[in-house]
Structures are given as C-alpha cells and as structure tokens.
C-alpha cells in the first residue's frame, strides 16, 4: 500500500472528496461512491484487483490503522491513504463517523448494461430482480442475499434506487461490489429480456398463485421482487407466473428482504448452489 499521509485540517485539498458526506449522497458524486466501514472496504479492495471498481483514496481514523493495515496491502501503492484524528475526520464528514474507515470508489466507465449483463449469465443460473426498490436498506439487503446464496446478478428497473449509496453498499456489507448488476428500463422490458433469454420468471408476492415451495426449479430462473406497501404491479403479475410465501393469517406481508432471502433459499437449494 502506498505509505499513510497524515491530515491534520479538515480543509486539505487532498481529502475534499470526503466533505459533507451525507448532504452529497443525495446529489451523486459523478461516477464515484462511499464505501464505508471495514468489511466495504475489503470488497472494495476485491473488486479493484478483480478490475469491477476502482479505488481511488483511503482515510482512516489514526487509532483504526493498526486494524486495517492487511487490507490496505491489498491496494496497490497508487492508491493514497490519509489518516486523521477524530476531529478532523468528524469535521470533514459532517457528521460523527463512528467507524473511522472510508475510501472512495469509482463506477467502471463501461459498465454492462441491460443485455450484455444477461449475456454473460452462465447456462445454469439464478438471478433476482427488483422492482421500485426505492428503500436504501432493502436495496442492501436484497444484494446481501443475492450473495449469500450464489445468484449470479441482480436486475433493478429505473425506478428503483442506486445500490451504490451509502447506505445501501453498507448494509449489503460491501455485496453490491461483488455481485454484477444494472439498474435500467422497465421491469417489463428486464422481465421480458430475461424471458427470452430462457429464464423462468417468477414474482414473489401474497397473492402469487402458487406456494413458494412447490415452483419447479429449472436451469435459468429469475425470482422478482416488488416495492414494500405496493408489491408487484399487475402488468407483472398478470404477465409471469407468481408464487407466495405462506405465513400466519391476519398479518402484513413479509419485509421485501425476508421474502427475497426465502425464496433464494429454496430455488439455490434445489439448484446445488448451497
């Protein structure tokens, strides 16, 4: 890893990328993101070697160094790392940041889209894909347990939100840079694509048509999942064949989350991934 530079004032040019990190989450960064936290920071080191993102610069807490010092080596030397006290770090952010890891990556410049990512899926394949996922957390989740259970992408439409976020790369701990994905079009045309491409679609909601334990698992499926509060809408429903999560009478649905781990389950259970 390069050798560690230290700040000392939160104005240094060499770490304004890093400034107000909550007000810029919510007006983009041009192409790059902010991985947060230990384990992010390890995918994010993954992925650079792999050639999926590109790291751009590390700042560390000074007394998280120590901690952190293997997976800096896995950087290569190009690629600077600060380190500052609490207080700099803390004014620089904007806010109290208690983990004291953060880097900033950068998006590919030809990152796949809609069709060459379906291109690339393997003969025997399992994907999930979703539909207004507007919540940064599920959005997180649901990359998490793409992970967890060996599915080969992850299919967001354009009304849901970019798993690149914060908040949302945290809570998929570092997953969203592990797991190839687009977020693109409609979910009909995404469906539809995946149709062609001999996937058997199959949308998760309370009022799917069959339980999910009884779909027929074959080589290519895709499990689709809709918004909290709205689910799935009809145009998919009507259109794809359904499934349903049983569950004690006279509750609300499942968190989009929860059912998307269930249904992951079962389908890479069948299928040998697990």
């Given at each position: 890893?390069?050798?560690?530079?230290a700040?000392?004032?939160?104005?240094?040019?060499?770490?304004?990328?890093?400034?107000?990190?909550?007000?810029?989450?919510?007006?983009g960064?041009?192409?790059?993101?902010?991985?947060?936290?230990?384990?992010v920071?390890?995918?994010?080191?993954?992925?650079?070697?792999?050639?999926?993102?590109?790291?751009?610069?590390?700042?560390?807490?000074?007394?998280?160094?120590?901690?952190?010092?293997?997976?800096?080596?896995?950087?290569?030397?190009?690629?600077?790392?600060?380190?500052?006290?609490?207080?700099v770090?803390?004014?620089?952010?904007?806010?109290?940041?208690?983990?004291?890891?953060?880097?900033?990556?950068?998006?590919?410049?030809?990152?796949?889209?809609?069709?060459?990512?379906?291109?690339?899926?393997?003969?025997?394949?399992?994907?999930?894909?979703?539909?207004?996922?507007?919540?940064?957390?599920n959005?997180g989740?649901?990359?998490?347990?793409?992970?967890?259970?060996?599915?080969?992408?992850?299919f967001?439409?354009?009304?849901?939100?970019?798993?690149?976020?914060?908040?949302?790369?945290?809570?998929?701990?570092?997953?969203?840079?592990?797991?190839?994905?687009?977020?693109?079009?409609?979910?009909?045309?995404l469906?539809?694509?995946?149709?062609?491409?001999g996937?058997a679609?199959?949308?998760?909601?309370?009022?799917?048509?069959?339980?999910?334990?009884?779909?027929p698992?074959?080589?290519?499926?895709?499990?689709?999942?809709?918004?909290?509060?709205?689910?799935?809408?009809?145009a998919?429903?009507?259109?794809?064949?359904?499934?349903?999560?049983?569950?004690?009478?006279?509750?609300?649905?499942?968190?989009?989350?929860?059912?998307?781990?269930?249904?992951?389950?079962?389908?890479?259970?069948?299928?040998?991934?697990?």
């Amino acid at each position: 890893m390069a050798a560690p530079v230290a700040i000392d004032d939160p104005d240094d040019p060499r770490v304004a990328a890093f400034r107000d990190i909550s007000e810029r989450d919510l007006v983009g960064r041009q192409g790059r993101f902010i991985a947060e936290g230990t384990v992010v920071l390890r995918m994010l080191a993954a992925a650079h070697a792999a050639g999926r993102f590109r790291a751009e610069q590390v700042l560390i807490l000074e007394n998280r160094l120590p901690g952190v010092e293997a997976i800096l080596d896995a950087f290569p030397a190009d690629v600077p790392v600060y380190v500052a006290p609490a207080r700099v770090i803390d004014a620089v952010a904007g806010f109290h940041l208690h983990r004291g890891v953060l880097a900033i990556g950068r998006r590919p410049d030809a990152a796949p889209d809609l069709d060459s990512l379906i291109a690339t899926l393997p003969d025997r394949a399992l994907v999930l894909a979703g539909c207004g996922i507007s919540n940064h957390d599920n959005a997180g989740s649901l990359f998490r347990n793409a992970a967890a259970f060996g599915a080969d992408a992850l299919f967001l439409d354009e009304t849901s939100c970019d798993p690149l976020y914060r908040k949302a790369l945290r809570v998929s701990v570092g997953s969203v840079l592990a797991v190839p994905f687009v977020r693109q079009g409609s979910i009909l045309d995404l469906l539809e694509k995946l149709d062609a491409a001999g996937f058997a679609v199959w949308g998760l909601s309370p009022r799917g048509e069959a339980e999910v334990g009884d779909i027929p698992v074959g080589p290519r499926m895709a499990l689709v999942m809709g918004t909290e509060g709205e689910g799935l809408p009809q145009a998919v429903m009507s259109r794809f064949r359904t499934a349903r999560i049983a569950q004690r009478p006279h509750l609300d649905s499942l968190n989009v989350a929860m059912a998307a781990g269930i249904g992951l389950y079962r389908i890479a259970q069948l299928q040998g991934r697990i």
